[in-house]
């Protein structure tokens, strides 16, 4: 059974940072590219960023390039996304997603305000 869970979500100011994982399971982690989608209130679901399996090759949306950062630890079947210089419209819950099965995490929710 494919199971995401994400954590590492929480309440922090404009220019913080926050890192959110996501531990998989029930699958072969390694080979399987992974990203991660928000969605603020009212908006669609985006993508964020992804990761490619083995190459850990990467890509970013326009609103987070140099500020957020995907990568993937496949010993621990873990996927990470390291943010720095948080605004608050980067305020949404942000879920892990594997295309290969499609399916998705529970989110977790980033708030951005002082």
């Known amino acids: 059974q494919v199971q995401l869970v994400e954590s590492g979500g929480g309440l922090v100011q404009p220019g913080g940072s926050l890192r959110l994982s996501c531990a998989a399971s029930?699958?072969?982690?390694?080979?399987?590219?992974m990203s991660w989608y928000r969605q603020a209130p009212g908006k669609e679901r985006e993508l964020v960023a992804a990761?490619?399996?083995?190459?850990?090759?990467?890509n970013y949306a326009n609103s987070v390039k140099g500020r957020f950062t995907i990568s993937r630890d496949n010993a621990w079947n873990t996927v990470y996304l390291q943010m720095n210089s948080l605004k608050p419209e980067d305020t949404a819950v942000y879920y892990c997603?594997?295309?290969?099965?499609?399916?998705w995490g529970q989110g977790t929710q980033v708030t951005v305000s002082s």
């Open positions: 997603y594997t295309a290969r099965f499609d399916s």
């Open positions: 029930g699958f072969t982690f390694a080979s399987s590219p």
């Open positions: 990761i490619s399996s083995y190459r850990s090759s990467t």
